[in-house]
Each structure stands twice: as C-alpha cells, then as structure tokens.
C-alpha cells in the first residue's frame, strides 16, 4: 500500500524525524488560511500517489497568499500520470544547502535490510542507480542483530561531512529503522534530505509503502488508505476476498491460485489475444466468489469474452460449476465464456456445465486458442 | 529415492484442530503420509481421528520422532509457530499461512537458519514424494513416482506442470512448492543442490515469476554446479509494473523482477524457458537421458 507524503510525513513526526510544518488543503482559497499559519514563502506540493511532480507542473513556489492560492488552483487542476491532483500540501519553502538522499527497504536476496544514501539527493533515485551507481552507498542491517552503529557511522562519514551531521542522520536512520519495524514498511525514503539553515538535517519530501500484509496490525495505518490507488473494479474484489488487478484488454479472466492466473494472462497474450484483467479467486471453492468475479469482469465494457480457468486442488471444480450456474440465473452474460476445468471433482463440475449447454476444455491451451477467437 | 521426505519420515501438523489443518491432515493421511502428531495450545490429550494432538511442539517431541512440522496456523499465529517449531528443533519446517508479514519473516528466516535448520515457505503449497509422502495441500492424484524434480514459487501453476508432466508419462521424485513471498525459508537453489545430488532425479523443472532475482541467482547456479537438465517456466510475462499480481513477491519495482531479465538469465545457462507449460514435457524429453 502506497500513501501520500503528508500522510508519511505525519508518521515521521511520530517517529521523531524532523519534518517541517504541513498544511493540506483540496480547495485553493483555503491557501491563504495556511500562510498565515506557515510564513509568507511556502512550496505547494500535488499529492498523488506517482512519482515525476516537479516535471509535471506540480510543485511551485508561493511568495503571497495571492500566490499560493493561484499556484494550488494550478496544480488542483492537474492530472499527473491519469491521476487528478485532490490535495496540495503547503509548507514552508526551505532555504537549502545541500541535498542528501537516504532510503531503506528489504533486500530480498540478502534478507536483510538495506540503507542506501548518497550526496546526490533531490534527483531521481532510480536514475541514479542506473547513469552514477558509485554514488549510492549501501549499508546491511540484519534485524536479527539490530543496526552495527560503528558500521553505521563509517559509511555516514562517506557522505555527510561534520560529527555534527552525522550524529544527525544516524538518529534519522535508527528512527527509520524503527518506523520500518513496527509499521511493517517495504520501503522508506526521504529525498531529498536536505541542509537549512542552522545546519540541520530535514525530512523535505517523505515516500512509505507498506507491506499489505502488515496492515492488519496498524489500523491507524490502515486509515491511510487512498481509493485513489485502486481502480473502483480492484476495491469491490478486494472487499469479496478477490486478487483483482485492471488490465487494458478484452478478455476476462479468472483464474485460481495467483501463478496460474499470470500465466494464463501470458498464454492469451502469446496466442495473440489481451487480458483484461488478472483475477485470483483464491484456494476456497465458494460459489458466490465465482458470481461475483463474473459481476466485476462484466462490468467492464471492453470485455468481449471471458476464460474460467481452473485448477482444483482445495478449490473444487462443481462447486465452480455451481457458482456460474447461478451467475447464469442472476445476470445477463453476453459474451461467450470459455470454460476449462481440471483437478478435485472436474468431472461433476463438467457434468453440470454440459447439461447446460456449456462446452468444457481440459487442456488449456486449446481453451486459450478458443478464447482469443472469440475476442 | 526422493529429496527432503519419503516413506519413512515422521509428520506433526501445527494448528490440527484448524479447519485447514483438520482437512489437509486427514487428506495427508489418506494419500499415505505418516501423521505422527499434531498441536493446538491447550487442546493436548485430545484426538483428531486416531491423531493424538499435543499443547507444544517440544511435547511431541519428547512423545515422538519428529522429523518434519507443517504449519497451518492463521498469519497473525504462524511466526510464533515457526519460532516454537525451530526453539524445538524440528529438522524440516514447511509454512502453508498465507499473508504472514514480510518484517516478520526476514526475523523468522534467520531464527531457523541460526539454529541449523530448514524452513520451507511460507504461502507455499509444501511438497510431494508421490508414492511416498505429501505435506501439504497440493491434489496427490495428479503426481506419479519418477524422476523430474519440480521446484516452484506457485501453487495452481505447478499442478498445470505437474499434471503435464503426468499425462505425457514423466513422474516425479519430488515437487516442491517454495513460496510466493518476497522472503521465503528456502530458495531455488537449496533445492538445485538436493535434486543435483539425489541419485533418482534425471531432471529439473523450475517454476518461476516476477519479482525478485532468485531466478537469476538459479540461473547462475545452474550455469556453474548442475550437470542435470534444467527445463524452466516463467509467470507474469504480461504484469503490469509496480503492481503486486496476487502472491506478495509477484511484483516489478525498480527495473527489477523482470521476465526478461529472467529468461535472459535462463538462456545463458542454457535453460530453455517453455511458453507454456505443456511445452515443458517435450523440453525435458529432449534433454533427459
């Protein structure tokens, strides 16, 4: 789950990282409100849940309330990346000397997690990576022996230049790490990290993904949500236990167990066809579930076939059969389904579906050939 | 003969009294597999069918010999499961729970590791010695006894395999469903080096997906130490970047995870990569004397 840099930077302050103050606003005249809160030299800042705002028009500098509230009319009325700008956050515009970057996140390989930091902060990360990688340094923490400070604090002397500043970033660093731990984040970010006056070390932007499978244990986390994150199709299955994401093709698809349905999204791809959509109905064999992966799928209109592709292993294949029965009863399904059914009780779940009229597949490739036909 | 498990090896089930547990228990135990135990705290002394379930794993162990512990405790339960299984001793521990945090499992990881043990999983389908044992929930009637060991990061997808492999004629040693976490007990190439080393195993079918670089790492293993065959699979080919296609590992970030840098790396260890998975037995056949 992605969420907004406020919305990271209010868990920084909880977290102790220095943060400067924050105003955030969905309706531009209420800008002025906020200056008379922030000083008269403020950043206005789209938040959106996508990188590349500067690019795109969405951070500016305000030196008046007339100013900030033309800058936020301005950039509430863009859409960055097919997403509408609904927030602007107002800050204090920070006199800045230098710009460092520092991120942390897992390491899948080592497993363990991994700082990055460098003295090129405030350009885009991943470019660097990949133009200047020599000019981001690494650092291993093993949350099984906790952070190694003397190790730690050699690789700070690699980029920040006091004791001063140092003893500064590594109180960011234990603090992100705490943060990361207890909040269950895959990755935290500030870039930059920058130098203002009186020589000290801010958080000025703030990026925090979290681990869905975490959020359980966060419901003030769990608050963050953004529906803007998710298409209105992906949070209706989410709601109905569904693995849903929108894709931009035509052929409906739903699949049991998350590997077979990319799969069977490569194999229509490689037979000429487009998904529509990747939808994982999951290990349960609940007919309902089967009814309303059908209504979500249906009510794309760019659907003009659907594939049930199903494996049964605890899923069984009658009660699949059940499940589209009654979708059959309940809405009106257009478009020619295919249907391929294997594994625990295929052969009840078939019986069921030919008594109907349905013609059944066993091999998956042939149900694939037959789909993109149909499309 | 067969890697991890075979007719011999002893099984407890952690969270027996579970309705997945129950099931998968009794399933275990109709496809052959040696239930030696089971536990649920504070149900100990009590019986699931002819099971006798303890109150802690290191009770069963002093009333049996334990050689594997399979866990299907819900995701907020399982890293203390796994901790108790390791605290212990378990040889062998296989994770079913789907959903257990990330966090969570990189502490876990180490905490079995440091104790000289191995885990498998978790949100992993377990594995199978057809004719011999299953621990897990995979349908045993799909598999038949051979030679192909299959490793794979996916569940449904590697019965397709399986179930491929079985129509055209090729058993399996054993098949072994790794996980489809971000950080799971077991890798790709923990299993290379078993299949590598059993005597029964003339081939090998890695199941792979976005996300991640251990089919890179496999890749490079397979380059360097296999002299047996290698036939390779690779999910997700059409996935949208950035977003996670239901398994939490199932996602491409930062130019990473890609399928092509997969296939390339698969190429360049000489591992053909099937388009499909009904490809898979031909490639195999080819290569497997």
Redesign the interface.
Known sequence: MKIHEYQAKELFGDYGIPVQEQVVISKPEDAEAAMSKLGNFVVVKAQVLVGGRGKAGGVKLARSPQEAVEASRQILGLTIKDIPVEKVMLAPAADIGQEFYLGLT?D??E???ILMLSKAGGVDI?EL??NRPEEILRFHI???DGIDEAGLNRVLEKVFETPELIQQAADTVQKLYKL??EK???LVEINPYALVAGNRLLALDAKINL????I??HPDVEKMRNPEEYSADEIEARENSL?F?S?DGDIGCI?????????T??????FGGN?AN?L?VG?SSNPQKVLNALRIILRNPRVKAILINI????TRCDDIAKGILMAMDQIDIKVPMVIRL???NDKEGREMLTEKGFKVAE???DAVKQVVAHA | MSILIDEKTNVIVQGITGRDGSFHARTMVADGTKIVGGVTPGKGGQKVDDIPVYNGVKEAMDATRVDVSVIFVPAKFASAAIKEAADAGVPLIICITEGVPVMEMVENYHYVKRKGLRLVGPNCPGLISPGKCKIGIMPARIHKQGNIGVISRSGTLTYEVVYNLTTAGMGQSTCIGIGGDPVIGSNFIDMLELFEKDPDTAGVVVIGEIGGEDEEAAAEHIKNNMTKPVVAFISGRTAPKGKRMGHAGAIISGGKGTPEAKIKAFAAANVPVADTPDQIPGLLAERVK
Do not use: H, W
């Open positions: 897992l899948r390989t497993k363990q997690l991943e990576a990949v093993n949350p099984a990361t731990l269950d984040c895959s681990d869905d499978n975490g359980y244990k693995s994401v894709m699949v049991n167990g998350a590997g077979l349905a990319m799969a999204m490569d194999i229509i791809k490689l998904p990747f994982d290990g494996f049964g292993g605890i294997i594994g625990t091999n998956l490739s």
